[in-house]
T-cell receptor, first 117, second 113 residues
Framework: AQKVTQAQTEISVVEKEDVTLDCVYE???????LFWYKQPPSGELVFLIR??????QNEISGRYSWNFQKSTSSFNFTITASQVVDSAVYFC??????????????FGEGTQLTVNP | GAGVSQSPSNKVTEKGKDVELRCDPI?????LYWYRQSLGQGLEFLIY????????KSGLPSDRFSAERTGGSVSTLTIQRTQQEDSAVYLC???????????FGNGTRLTVT
């Protein structure tokens, strides 16, 4: 069975601080996908990134960066120079290989990030 | 170019009544998912449709819950004999194919009184 753990329930930072959101996953598959989603106070879930299990190259998109390490089954998300608009719940998710049955997206419990001015 | 559309956006019902929640996925998306998010909780998988394959119903919490997807497009989630613990936001998502990012609707907030 697949499982995603986001150990940080809530994080509070001051604007311009860097913050890292942790994500650890469990899966028996060798091929899988990892995702991060953002859920701002308005409620809609916004896709941020998808990473497949064969691509361990770190990715940077503006102030956002992701560190994927298969050796530790982690897919951590860092926001550099945080802003108040980054305040949201962030979800990490795992999808097993499309060829397997189900292919459901399993979400972690989410991390509530609050960026204070 | 519309996104995933869900209706109604809010539903208040009395305990014991049946409710139907509707989802219109993005045109051309073959995969459709239903999730439930209770207050302050994560997202709980309910059911997944992929093309013409049999749906993955393994997340449905009880036999009071059912879903169908007609013509490979619109989906309806039905909850029979609603209970107070069914109160949650029900989210629908679609994706172009398995393994690709899910696009979520704004959800239906269900309140069972």
């Amino acid at each position: 069975a697949q499982k995603v753990t986001q150990a940080q329930t809530e994080i509070s930072v001051v604007e311009k601080e860097d913050v890292t959101l942790d994500c650890v996953y469990e899966t028996r598959d060798t091929t899988y996908y990892l995702f991060w989603y953002k859920q701002p106070p308005s409620g809609e879930l916004v896709f941020l990134i998808r990473r497949n299990s064969f691509d361990e190259q770190n990715e940077i998109s503006g102030r956002y960066s992701w560190n994927f390490q298969k050796s530790t089954s982690s897919f951590n998300f860092t926001i550099t120079a945080s802003q108040v608009v980054d305040s949201a719940v962030y979800f990490c998710a795992l999808s097993e290989a499309p060829e397997t049955s189900g292919s459901r997206l399993t979400f972690g419990e989410g991390t509530q990030l609050t960026v204070n001015p | 170019g519309a996104g995933v559309s869900q209706s109604p956006s809010n539903k208040v019902t009395e305990k014991g009544k049946d409710v139907e929640l509707r989802c219109d996925p993005i045109s051309g998306h073959t995969a459709l998912y239903w999730y439930r998010q209770s207050l302050g909780q994560g997202l709980e998988f309910l059911i997944y449709f992929q093309g013409n394959s049999a749906p993955d119903k393994s997340g449905l919490p009880s036999d009071r819950f059912s879903a169908e997807r007609t013509g490979g497009s619109v989906s309806t989630l039905t909850i029979q004999r609603t209970q107070q613990e069914d109160s949650a936001v029900y989210l629908c998502a679609s994706s172009a194919r398995r393994g690709t990012p899910l696009h979520f609707g704004n959800g239906t907030r269900l309140t069972v009184t």
